[in-house]
Nanobody, 122 residues
Framework: QVPLVESGGGSVQTGGSLRLSCAASGYTTKRNYMGWFRQTPDNEREWIAIIWSGSDATYYADSVEGRFTISQDRVNDTLNLQMNDLKPEDAAMYYC???????????????WGQGTQVTVSS
């Protein structure tokens, strides 16, 4: 299994922006849902943005709607997450995932990257 590899994490101040990227190991050219998830030490991993590789249809969690944008670059085979107006509560480890599946009112990932850390200072 070729891994997914995230990059772009870092530390920003409240209101700042970051752009995360994920080397997608060919998944942008396969028909599947890809997404971004995040997790803090005290919480379960939560989905925040999903994209359908075939049509660019997107879905967002309420907590990030209007501030984050998920996109894919099929030429470079990357999955991206533009994060604007970051808040302290956005601080987490961010993971990209492929082969995501809708489950109840949430999403779960099939294959995962190793994560990239985002820190937001107030």
């Amino acid at each position: 299994q070729v891994p997914l590899v995230e990059s772009g994490g870092g530390s920003v101040q409240t209101g700042g922006s970051l752009r995360l990227s994920c080397a997608a190991s060919g998944y942008t050219t396969k028909r599947n849902y890809m997404g971004w998830f995040r997790q803090t030490p005290d919480n379960e991993r939560e989905w925040i943005a999903i994209i359908w590789s075939g049509s660019d249809a997107t879905y967002y969690a309420d907590s990030v709607e209007g501030r984050f944008t998920i996109s894919q670059d099929r030429v470079n085979d990357t999955l991206n997450l533009q994060m604007n107006d970051l808040k302290p509560e956005d601080a987490a480890m961010y993971y990209c995932a492929a082969e995501c599946v809708r489950r109840d009112k949430s999403w779960v990932g099939g294959y995962w990257g190793q994560g990239t850390q985002v820190t937001v200072s107030s």
